[in-house]
């Protein structure tokens, strides 16, 4: 009888720890997925970034090139200046 009382006793203990952990397991998914979300923000925030990076070169090569125009123009121009005018 005490052996059967035991038994159950032990089985309960072993019932509370699984359970025990599957309250943990559930925690520890909440928090990975809290963590996904984080991520998946991270990973767009980083793609927007990287848009923009481009975008920012872009700009840069098409200044640069808007650059050495007008100093050709400017050049151009003092060029007929100097020539005297008949």
């Known amino acids: 009888m005490q052996s059967v009382l035991s038994s ?4 309960a203990e072993l019932i509370n720890r699984l359970d025990f952990a599957i ?4 925690n520890l998914e909440i928090q990975l997925s809290s963590y996904d979300e984080i991520l998946s ?3 767009t925030t980083i793609k927007k ?8 070169q ?7 090139k808007l650059l050495s125009r007008l100093e050709k123009v400017v050049v151009s121009s003092n060029h007929w200046n100097l020539i005297p005018h008949v």
């Not at 970034?49 to 920012?56: D, G, L, R, S, Y």
């Open 8 to 11: 159950e006793h032990k089985v």
């Open 58 to 64: 872009i700009v840069n090569k098409n200044n640069e």
């Open 23 to 26: 309250s943990e397991v559930e």
């Open 41 to 43: 923000h991270v990973q």
């Open 49 to 56: 970034m990287e848009q923009k990076n481009v975008f920012i």
